[in-house]
């Protein structure tokens, strides 16, 4: 058993029905899995309990109950008080939540509503068994709009999608991991992001071994945004940056801040990174029919995607260019008006959501949010479990847009999806603070882990 996040490498995870299938072949090996899953629940609950209180066991009727049940045994027989049922009890040490676990499909019943109530109204913290109650494991949403906020969640046998995307982090505090000594035997659903590799650099390096980034956006009142990305290209350790703003005077500089950034476009386009779309304002639509059919690599983001979005002519040159040369990186309001629906459902299933996406345009998506998705076509979804509430601040979107085409200006021969999974989940790293970070403050700290 451990504490799960941050990461040290990437995990498995699998959906609802990949875990009942490694379960059941798991009892068949191992009939004595619900006696370890319910030790390893005690065990937990013994270490995070607050004051002599007894430990309240919420049961429910089916196996997430039955680990709660063992669990109370093992802490009867350590000499510790319990109570099981689903009204409190004075003063609990603790809360193990173990109504609802894996098999839910819909809203919980009233009956287990009220004792979801009672738990996160008595006091003690909450050690939620597997999955926080009446949260949905494939998706991460409430279900029916109701779920237990916990401290603690222990998962266990297999990490599901749901703990890390959608509402899982805010309803599972801290999670923890006990696979029970069972390894999977099957592939996953998807991919929990780890630290991507640092590649090196060659000694006898120069700039032009680094390649060549082109930031195109900034529309007059919205230069910050541009100039945001092409700062954080620069940082990630791209050659040359380019930074052509819509609407600059000839004799602006690209970026006051930053003379190493240069005005206009490249004069060899075809070898660029473009990184289209930052603060661009509804005057990108012109650029796009030009540049789409010609960068080699692209990073499509902000108001190039609505552009698209309302465009069906561009929406035909995306689905055109190279497999593996295209990277989309929407917010949901953005994603979903990509996908012509509203974005409460499409937030209902950000999974779903990010796949539907990669295979509509035939390229690789990062849906941000918390658990942010990465999908392309052909490869197994990734989730980023790193990053929290501080990136929530204007420009850490063009940061991540920006230090992207950096990263794929110094690999060249990578594809799209292995570079979102890098950038997303460094950008989520140096995001994590206790504190709101400043979009300039956070390419400074992805420069520094770099």
Request: aromatic letters at 2%.
């Given at each position: 058993m451990r504490p799960l996040l941050p990461t040290t490498t990437t995990l498995p995870l699998f959906d609802v029905a990949a875990s009942r299938r490694i379960e059941a072949r798991a009892l068949v090996r191992s009939p004595d899995l619900m006696e370890r899953?319910?030790?390893?629940?005690?065990?937990?609950?013994?270490?995070?309990?607050?004051?002599?209180?007894?430990?309240?066991?919420?049961?429910?009727?089916?196996?997430?109950?039955?680990?709660?049940?063992?669990a109370a045994r093992w802490l009867g027989l350590h000499g510790t008080p319990v109570h099981i049922g689903h009204d409190a009890p004075q003063h609990p040490a603790i809360v193990i939540d173990a109504l609802l676990g894996l098999g839910l499909n819909r809203a919980p019943a009233a009956?287990?509503?009220?004792?979801?109530?009672?738990?996160?109204?008595?006091?003690?913290p909450i050690l939620a068994v597997d999955l926080p109650s009446g949260l949905l494991a494939d998706t991460g949403q409430p279900a029916g709009g109701h779920?237990?906020?916990?401290?603690?969640?222990?998962?266990?046998?297999?990490?599901?999608?749901?703990?890390?995307?959608?509402?899982?982090?805010?309803?599972?505090?801290?999670i923890w991991f006990d696979d029970l000594g069972i390894a999977p035997d099957e592939p996953p659903t998807a991919d929990l992001l780890g630290p991507p590799p640092q590649p090196g650099r060659s000694p006898t390096s120069h700039k032009g071994s680094h390649g060549q980034v082109l930031?195109?956006?900034?529309?007059?009142?919205?230069?910050g945004a541009a100039r945001l990305a092409a700062r954080a290209a620069l940082a990630s350790g791209a050659g040359r940056v380019y930074v052509d703003l819509l609407g600059r005077l000839a004799t602006e500089p690209a970026d006051p801040g930053r003379p190493e950034l240069m005005c206009g476009m490249p004069d060899e386009l075809p070898q660029a990174v473009g990184v289209i779309g930052c603060g661009a304002g509804p005057g990108i639509a012109s650029a796009l029919p030009t540049l789409l059919p010609q960068l080699p690599r692209a990073v499509i983001d902000a108001d190039a995607l609505n552009a698209i979005a309302s465009d069906a002519g561009l929406q035909v040159l995306l689905r055109g260019r190279p497999p593996g040369s295209t990277l989309l990186t929407?917010?949901?309001?953005?994603?979903?008006?990509?996908?012509?629906?509203?974005?409460a459902s499409l937030q209902d299933d950000r999974l779903a959501a990010a796949r539907?996406?990669?295979?509509?345009?035939?390229?690789?998506?990062?849906?941000?949010?918390?658990?942010?998705?990465?999908?392309?076509?052909?490869?197994?979804?990734?989730?980023?479990?790193?990053?929290?509430?501080?990136?929530?601040?204007?420009?850490?979107?063009?940061?991540?847009?920006?230090?992207?085409?950096?990263?794929?200006?110094?690999?060249?021969?990578?594809?799209?999806?292995?570079?979102?999974?890098?950038?997303?989940?460094?950008?989520?790293?140096?995001?994590?603070?206790?504190?709101?970070?400043r979009a300039g403050d956070l390419i400074e700290r992805l420069a520094a882990r770099h």
């Open positions: 899953a319910g030790l390893a629940i005690a065990k937990l609950a013994l270490a995070l309990r607050r004051g002599e209180g007894p430990v309240w066991v919420a049961c429910g009727p089916g196996n997430n109950g039955g680990d709660g049940r063992v009956s287990l509503r009220a004792a979801m109530a009672a738990m996160q109204t008595c006091g003690a779920a237990v906020r916990a401290n603690h969640t222990l998962a266990l046998l297999t990490l599901k999608p749901g703990l890390f995307t959608g509402e899982g982090r805010a309803h599972c505090g801290r930031v195109v956006g900034g529309a007059p009142g919205m230069q929407p917010h949901p309001l953005e994603a979903a008006r990509l996908l012509g629906r509203d974005i539907e996406l990669a295979a509509r345009f035939a390229c690789s998506v990062v849906l941000k949010g918390s658990g942010t998705i990465v999908a392309s076509p052909g490869q197994r979804l990734a989730v980023c479990a790193s990053g929290g509430p501080a990136l929530a601040t204007a420009g850490s979107g063009d940061v991540l847009a920006g230090w992207l085409g950096g990263l794929w200006a110094q690999q060249p021969t990578a594809g799209a999806h292995a570079i979102a999974c890098a950038g997303v989940d460094a950008h989520g790293r140096a995001g994590e603070s206790g504190h709101v970070l």
